[in-house]
């Protein structure tokens, strides 16, 4: 006898179970898409952020060293021989750039005998005026534990014969003297054996900016400068990210042309800034601290050490804690910059 089977048609599908188990290898697949995506993202960003410091503290070291090298430029002259009398035919611009220890303004005091320094530092503090000009009362105010550095020097191209710059200052030298001009439109005529400089006044500190963005105010780190600018010392914003900076000064105090001692400015006496008898700088070594603008939510940043320049726990400065709050990438720079114009007599050897 045949038995017949009949099969019952029906639309074919999924089951319950084959559509959980579907559901959960999808997560899974997709979970590990936004893993990938997201990983990726937070390493692009921090790779960013890590180039934007690296070329802040390029830019940062740059700008100071290119003004460093070149501080004490005179075209031929022997800085030795700035006397005030140089200066007779300018005023001090208004809210010079001194202190309390002697005459380091933009042009050579009586308090500037016998040398005219054209290279000063200090430290800033909470308490006290690093310079007249960098006070605490300003809108960006030096920060505190950070460098200030004053650098005089003759800048640009000889000028001879052609019309200065209303409102900027020259130095015109010879190989024994000096004469300080204020530009006036006209030009200061050609003479045999003198030379025409544009002439510089710079300071150099790091303050903190802020800015609003939103509902939130946030706190730039800044490097700010002072410049002789007309009758007065203007106040220019050069470089956001930079937090802090220290300069070692190294003195050659032989007069062999090498560098025996690096002192902070804290150490430095009148008689090394006005680099008097066998005392030079030769060169300064400028550490810069820089910081990103945002705080990084996605790694523990705070509570870290930087240390700017120095070879020993004495010769360091740390920085850590409060010194430098909040979760933000920071990096430290440093290098070392030769003073080019360092010793009073290198100019008559090239003459």
């Not at 006290?128 to 640009?156: F, M, T, Y």
């Not at 509902?215 to 106040?235: F, H, N, S, Y």
Request: net charge negative; proline share 3%; with cysteine.
């Amino acid at each position: 006898m045949d038995i017949k089977h009949n099969r019952v048609n029906r639309n074919a599908g999924y089951t319950l179970l084959e559509l959980m188990i579907a559901m959960v290898v999808g997560l899974f697949l997709l979970g590990g898409v936004m893993f990938t995506y997201l990983s990726m993202k937070v390493t692009t960003s921090d790779t960013v952020e890590m180039g934007e410091l690296q070329e802040t503290g390029r830019i940062a070291l740059d700008i100071l060293g290119k003004d460093l090298t070149m501080t004490g430029f005179f075209g031929r002259l022997n800085i030795n021989s700035l006397t005030t009398a140089d200066a007779s035919g300018v005023t001090a611009p208004t809210g010079d750039c001194i202190d309390e220890v002697f005459s380091i303004g933009s042009f050579p005091g009586t308090g500037a005998v016998p040398n005219f320094p054209v290279l000063y530092g200090v430290v800033a503090t909470d308490t006290k005026n690093p310079l007249s000009c960098v006070d605490l009362s300003a809108e960006i105010k030096p920060k505190s534990n950070s460098d200030v550095i004053q650098i005089k020097r003759a800048a640009g191209e000889e000028m001879s014969g052609q019309n200065t710059q209303t409102g900027q200052y020259y130095v015109q030298t010879t190989l024994s003297d000096a004469r300080f001009i204020e530009g006036d439109g006209t030009a200061i005529p050609f003479e045999l054996g003198k030379g025409v400089w544009p002439y510089e006044h710079l300071v150099y500190y790091v303050g903190e900016d802020t800015y609003t963005s939103g509902d939130k105010e946030i706190a730039v780190p800044v490097l700010m400068r002072k410049r002789l600018v007309g009758d007065q010392m203007q106040t220019e914003s050069v470089l956001e990210g930079v937090e802090n900076i220290r300069f070692l000064y190294g003195l050659d105090n032989d007069g062999n042309g090498d560098v025996d001692e690096y002192l902070e400015a804290g150490d430095m006496t009148p008689a090394h800034w006005q680099q008097s008898g066998t005392t030079s700088i030769k060169t300064v070594q400028v550490s810069v601290l820089v910081r990103a603008t945002k705080e990084d939510p996605n790694m523990q940043l705070e509570n870290k050490t930087y240390i700017l320049g120095g070879d020993n726990a004495d010769t360091q400065r740390v920085l850590t804690g409060d010194a430098v709050p909040g979760n933000y990438r920071r990096m430290v720079f440093v290098s070392t910059f030769k003073i080019n114009n360092a010793g009073g007599n290198q100019w008559l050897i090239a003459i």
